[in-house]
């Protein structure tokens, strides 16, 4: 996920740039657009994850077998439908939105390529939540930055000889495809007894899927309508422009969600075994989480609240750094306190105790909907950028720890000094070295910007070891650590 990150800070600029405000704002409409179509995943991915890791804990692959074939159907039939329901879909696209009229059949033609792109994504899906399951997360991984290679490269070459938004969704497409074609092969290579075949897949294991998925699905919705609506909003109220203006915050703001998402969800096979085999270390488990993404999380948001707007002078130009630092200040406080309770979300995922937190998070996403349209018509970007940061931080820092510690059953207060607590002075201190960096020695170039960064983190991370891990987990860490560094030198 670093990688594909590190992928898209270099293509972004040369993106806005080529593209054009305009036309990049059509492709972050577009990129939002799909984001919703992913909610057709249903959750069913999540539930391939969940029941795979458990059938694997009890070498149930009869079962397991059941599962996969079962997803495999419920995708196929998802993406057909889909697919039949694309022209509808870039009608109400192009009727919505008012385009630039030599723009509307692009539009519309990338709309449909759009669907067929989520269509593959989707069935797709039933392969990564195996390879979750299965905690083979360097397959995983692998795919991901293929495919965030392979379109970054394609692009470069395409939109340099000429090509345009259009081109853009046949690459997408085809990236999916190869990915497709990569994870099957891979599957029969380490798990040979795993059948990707659909004659296994069964009615009564398809409700089992679904009766878990949903509430999946619900919290799925109610992060697109929170990450992908303020491009629908700003473009309605305002301008396609606009989106250009707060799609660059957002996406670091996106980039470092999917970063410690991408982290704290390779907790949930494990919480989903520890609960199979009933395993009393689950609340250990939980507890050591959060350090790690709290670790994580906050060296990210502090390094971008106090250096963010001289990255952003660098990487887009003054002229961004000047007009997005506002939103990107909002953006990273809610990050800041919304980032470590994502793994409260996996152990609620891994325990099948899910239900709650996904009705609940619907609703705040849904009144993040309506503050957003409210909002907007009167303070313009820096309003959708508030809205969703009122409803965030409510929903992250208030009822999303007290439903997880009643579902999990432990105190509140215990987990704050064992983690939240801990963190503090290694946070203080990062913050005022960086807020020196950038009142005193603003970094003019990469060079300087990485080296500040790298200051910093080396002596938060120096002072976090003390302070935020026990005696345990440091061993844990020292022994593991030295087990890379081994690996490493041998390598070398």
Known sequence: MFGAIIIAFMLSPFLVHTLGDTKYGIWSIISALTGYMTLLDLGVSSA??????????LKDYKSLNVVFSSGIVIMILVGLTLFALSPFIADGVVSAFDFEPDLRDTVHTLVIIGAIDVAIFVATGVFFGAFYGFQRNEVTN???LFTALFKAIIFYFALSNGYSLVAMGVISVTAHIL?????????????????ITTKNADKSTMVSIFNYSKFTFLTMLGLQLIYYSD???IGYFLSAAAITIYTIPWSLSEYSNKLIHAVSQTFVPVFSEQEATHNRDLYKTYIFGTKGILLLSNLLCIGVLTLGDAFIGIWMGPRYAVECSTILMIMFTTQLIKSPQLISYSI????????KFATYNLAFSVANLILSIMLVQKFGLVG???????????FYAVVTPILTSRVINFSLLDYIK??????????LVLFAMLYYFAENKTPTGYFSLLGQALTGAVVYVSIAYWTLLDADERQLVTHYGGRLTEKLMNKT
């Open 48 to 57: 391939i994850a969940k029941y795979v890791s458990k059938y694997k804990a």
């Open 142 to 144: 692998a795919a991901t």
């Open 179 to 195: 990915v497709a074609i990569m994870l099957a092969y891979i599957m029969r290579k380490l798990e040979p007894r795993v059948e």
């Open 231 to 233: 491009a629908f909003v």
């Open 348 to 355: 609620l995922l891994g325990t099948a105790n899910h239900q």
């Open 384 to 394: 959708v950028a508030s809205a969703t940061a009122i409803t965030q931080i409510l």
């Open 418 to 427: 064992r983690t939240y607590w801990r963190i503090v002075p290694a946070s």
